[in-house]
């Protein structure tokens, strides 16, 4: 079973600004949480965060950006809450 990705609005917005061909590289490796958003399995460099009251991943998006999301299971979704340049993601979430 497949999940839905969505992107909060901060993520959408930098999505936006992002070149034809960053783009293309975004969407295509959040594709790969449709198939399996957990660490270990499917495609993509994904790992789950320490955070002190939810679970956090992240994926690395090429090697110019960080997508960081939560699972939600019994909806079937992944909540793409911020997509960074990675220098800015590794300042930000360094846990």
């Given at each position: 079973m497949s999940y839905e990705v969505l992107l909060s609005e901060e993520a959408r917005d930098f999505f936006t600004t992002l070149?034809?061909?960053?783009?293309?590289?975004?969407?295509?490796?959040?594709?790969?949480?449709?198939?399996?958003?957990?660490?270990?399995?499917?495609?993509?460099?994904?790992?789950?965060?320490?955070?002190?009251?939810?679970?956090?991943?992240?994926?690395?998006?090429?090697?110019?950006?960080?997508?960081?999301?939560?699972?939600?299971e019994d909806e079937k979704e992944v909540r793409v809450t911020d997509l960074l340049d990675i220098d800015k993601a590794h300042k930000e979430y360094d846990r």
């Open positions: 070149d034809e061909k960053s783009q293309r590289i975004c969407t295509e490796t959040l594709g790969y949480l449709e198939e399996n958003p957990y660490p270990g399995r499917g495609q993509g460099d994904k790992k789950k965060l320490k955070a002190q009251d939810e679970e956090i991943y992240r994926i690395h998006v090429g090697r110019s950006y960080t997508a960081f999301y939560v699972v939600l």
